[in-house]
C-alpha cells in the first residue's frame, strides 16, 4: 500500500552533496554497475518505456531471473532513462525534399545494487539487448520533481535546469538523464521524480 502513496521501500544510489540550492543539487555518485538496454520505441509499439521489462525479467522482477545464474537481484531505485536523436545529416539541395524524422533511441538502466562492484561479479543477461556495464564516478547538476513524467513536463524541468546550473558556472557535458523512483501503480502526485545533467 506504501508504495502507491510513493514509499520508496528500495536501495538507492548513494551520493556526495556537493552544493544545495533551493532549485536543485549537484551531487557526486561513486562508481556503480548498471544494467541497461538501447532501443528504438517502435520496437515496443511505439512504448518508451518497453524496454522495463526487458530489465525487471533479467533481475527477475516477475518470475524467474533471465540471467546465467539464474540469481534474483534486488530492485534499486531510480529507473534512469536517457533519449537520444540521430541528428539529421545536411545533404546538397535537390528536388524533391524529403523530410526524414529525426531517429529516437531510448536507454532504459537499472543501477544494481551496491553488492555488486563490477560489471563481471554480475550475472550475465541471458537476453542479448541487456548488457551489463560499469559507470565511474560522476557529477550531476538535479532537479526533483514529482506528478507524472510526460516528455512535456521533462523538457520543461531540464531546460530549467541547465539555465541554473549554467547561471552558476557548471558546464553542462552530456546528455540528461531522467530518474524515477516509483512503480507505475503509484498515484502521480505521490511520485518522485529527478532530472540530471552530468557537469564538471
Known amino acids: 500500500m506504501g508504495m502507491v502513496f510513493g514509499k520508496i521501500c528500495v536501495e538507492t544510489p548513494k551520493y556526495e552533496l556537493i552544493k544545495s540550492t533551493p532549485d536543485y543539487e549537484i551531487r557526486k555518485y561513486p562508481p556503480s554497475v548498471i544494467a541497461e538496454v538501447n532501443y528504438d520505441p517502435t520496437q515496443f ?14 533481475i527477475g522482477a516477475f518470475g524467474n ?16 532513462t536517457t533519449t537520444t536523436h540521430s541528428s539529421p545529416e545536411k ?5 524533391p525534399v524529403v523530410t526524414k524524422k ?7 538502466g537499472f543501477i544494481l545494487p551496491s553488492k555488486y562492484k563490477a560489471a563481471e561479479e554480475a550475472p550475465r543477461p541471458v537476453d542479448e539487448r541487456v548488457v551489463v556495464r560499469e559507470e565511474g564516478e560522476r557529477k550531476y547538476a538535479v532537479a526533483r520533481f514529482s506528478g507524472a513524467a510526460t516528455e512535456k513536463l521533462v523538457a520543461e524541468k531540464v531546460g530549467k535546469l541547465r539555465e541554473w546550473a549554467e547561471r552558476d558556472g557548471y558546464k553542462v557535458v552530456g546528455a540528461e538523464v531522467l530518474g524515477r523512483y516509483n512503480p ?12 540530471m545533467l552530468p557537469v564538471e
Open 45 to 58: 509499439k511505439g512504448d518508451r518505456d518497453g524496454g522495463f521489462a526487458v530489465l525487471a525479467n533479467y
Open 65 to 80: 531471473p533471465q540471467n546465467s545464474k539464474p540469481e534474483k537481484i534486488a530492485m534499486t531505485a531510480p529507473v534512469i
Open 91 to 95: 545533404i546538397a539541395m535537390t528536388a
Open 102 to 108: 529525426e531517429e529516437e533511441r531510448v536507454t532504459m
Open 184 to 195: 507505475p501503480w503509484t498515484l502521480p502526485a505521490f511520485r518522485t521524480n529527478e532530472v
